[in-house]
């Protein structure tokens, strides 16, 4: 209440100081290489979860392509060179999409479904949830890019694979974060998967080319027959016939199953801007759940990020949290969900933070994850953002021999105690915590946002939205902003770099804290002014993340 908005600019200074200069950029140093913390041009940019991703949807915006044919593109380079976080195998994810010429945005979800063999029984074993040959759901990521490609996109699949197909084919140098994940894999991994991913046994050291011939060939495959022959045919054969044979369920009728669709977003409004994300068995109803609490709020008056933030801030998203645990899941098996965007539901979590109680859920935390995500700004001034995952790193850890195809562990995303709307079943979809962003204000293109990092995504993003509208940030500031993660629960995750000063004040209020050193993945953000043509974008925290303009 008593919240007034300040007049609309998409781009206003922050308090700390003007915004770089058009053609500037921040630098950071990574290994010795330069590398910008914040690009600031005209007309396109994009940033995304490694560098060879941005690189290829910068290609694809030079070449004339769209925010949604540079966002596919980069996801297929990703599906080669981040082969711990995702790939054509993976269980899926979802894009939001900002067409500027009509001022609407639009939803693609390719959430992935349990096999239709589900039975308990078989799952009783925590372990065969997280690895191995009944851990993967149906593989959603090919269906989800083929469809955002032909509803949105200007190019074809032929154009958009050409630099996943190179870096298969010719290789790429391997970075220390993929060492460590093929050393972690190859230590547990089953010998046929073993063979079908590393022939010679060998896990290529840092700096060695790692190629991937098998998988060079399917692309290629999917270039000369199309993408939808990814589940009909050979490719579903060959993946349920090795599956099969080490006792596995996935089949080549599960393929079958319709496994993408263009969806309206979930949107809530906040301080005057539209905020848009994708619907469930997505994440992001958590995310606009806060945000819409926090709508009760005059945050902007307050210091940015000072205890009284992020007091506010934990608390609201500790009880959105909670109904997150408790209720959410396949909406074709949740009742009413949108009851939890409702202004009631905003009300009374308001009214519960007014009142001072440090809350704690009782419901457990979900596990981790390795995501990839992508935003990109074209030239037209659409926004994407584009998010998908294996599940945790080397997903199942099954590769299909004569393939190259890593497998999802999509299976380890639900529940199998109790009979929350989360337990596994048959042909259910898998609830997952990705949510790609985009923000727009009175039909003008605004940002988009995107976060990697399994349960620490919801509370990531929403950060970054408050830290756009809230106080202004530019994308640069927004990425290096101190990170907090709440499920529910206290302790607080903050990473090591958090402000002693609010760390003290807030413990004195009751509140404890975990220290990490990083929170997730890295944070993408880019932004346009839509009236000047200038675009900001930023990608932070690890040496895997670059932004392009």
């Given amino acids: 209440p008593g919240f007034h908005p300040r007049p609309y600019t998409p781009h206003p200074p922050h308090p700390g100081g003007a915004l770089p200069a058009a053609g500037s ?12 913390e914040e690009l600031v041009g005209e007309h396109a940019g994009a940033a995304a979860t490694d560098p060879l991703g941005a690189e290829t949807a910068k290609r694809v915006l030079e070449k004339g392509g769209n925010a949604v044919d540079a966002a596919v593109a980069a996801t297929l380079t990703l599906s080669v060179v981040r082969v711990g976080a995702t790939g054509l195998g993976g269980y899926g994810g979802g894009l939001v999409y900002f067409d500027a010429a009509k001022g609407k945005s639009i939803a693609i979800n390719f959430d992935s479904r349990a096999p239709k063999a589900f039975r308990d029984e078989l799952y009783a074993n925590p372990e065969v949830r997280q690895r191995g040959y009944l851990a993967m759901s149906i593989p959603t990521n090919v269906a989800g890019l083929d469809l955002a490609l032909r509803k949105f996109g200007t190019m074809s699949w032929h154009d958009v694979s050409a630099d996943a197909i190179r870096f298969a084919e010719e290789g790429f140098a391997i970075r220390h974060d993929i060492n460590v994940a093929l050393e972690n894999w190859s230590k547990v991994a089953d010998p046929t998967s073993l063979k079908a991913l590393l022939p010679d046994g060998k896990v290529p050291a840092v700096g060695d080319t790692f190629k991937q011939p098998d998988l060079a060939q399917l692309l290629k495959l999917l270039v000369d027959r199309g993408p939808a022959s990814f589940y009909e045919g050979e490719i579903p054969q060959r993946v349920a016939k090795q599956i099969k044979a080490h006792g596995g369920i996935l089949s080549e009728e ?27 068995p997505a994440g992001g109803l958590t995310s606009l759940q806060i945000l819409k609490a926090l709508d009760r ?56 933070v007014r009142t001072g109680k440090i809350y704690q859920t009782k419901y457990a935390p979900p596990p981790g994850s390795h995501t990839a995500n992508i935003v990109s700004v074209d030239r037209q001034h659409n926004l994407c953002s584009l998010t998908c995952t294996h599940g945790v790193s080397m997903g199942s850890y099954v590769v299909i021999d004569g393939l190259g195809l890593i497998l999802n562990n999509g299976m380890s995303r639900f529940i199998y105690d109790g009979n929350g709307p989360n337990r596994a079943a048959p042909l259910k979809r898998v609830f997952h915590n990705m949510m790609p962003v985009v923000i727009t204000r009175d039909d003008h293109p605004v940002a988009a946002i995107g976060y990697t990092g399994g349960p620490t995504i919801p509370s990531i993003t929403t950060e970054a939205i408050m830290g756009l509208i809230d106080f202004r940030e530019t994308p640069g500031q927004i990425v290096r902003s101190p990170k907090l993660h709440t499920d529910g629960h206290e302790p607080i995750q903050i990473m090591d770099d958090f402000p002693k000063d609010v760390e003290e004040a807030l413990i004195k209020r009751g509140h404890a804290f975990k220290h990490m050193s990083y929170i997730g993945g890295p944070l993408q953000v880019a932004t346009v002014n839509h009236s000047s043509g200038e675009v900001h974008a930023a990608s932070s925290l690890k040496e895997q993340a670059a932004a392009v303009l």
């Fill in 25 to 36: 950029s921040r630098m950071r140093s990574i290994g010795g290489i330069a590398l910008p």
């Fill in 254 to 280: 599960d393929f079958k199953v319709e496994q993408a669709h263009e969806v309206a977003p979930l949107h809530v409004k906040y301080r005057g801007y539209d905020v848009y994300t994708q619907p469930l």
């Fill in 297 to 352: 709020f005059d945050v902007s008056k307050m210091e940015p990020w000072s205890a009284d933030v992020v007091h506010l801030f934990v608390e609201v998203a500790k009880r959105c949290w909670n109904d997150r645990l408790e209720s959410l899941g396949d909406p074709d098996f949740v009742k009413d969900p949108e009851r939890f965007l409702s202004d009631a539901r905003a009300d009374e979590i308001a009214a519960d």
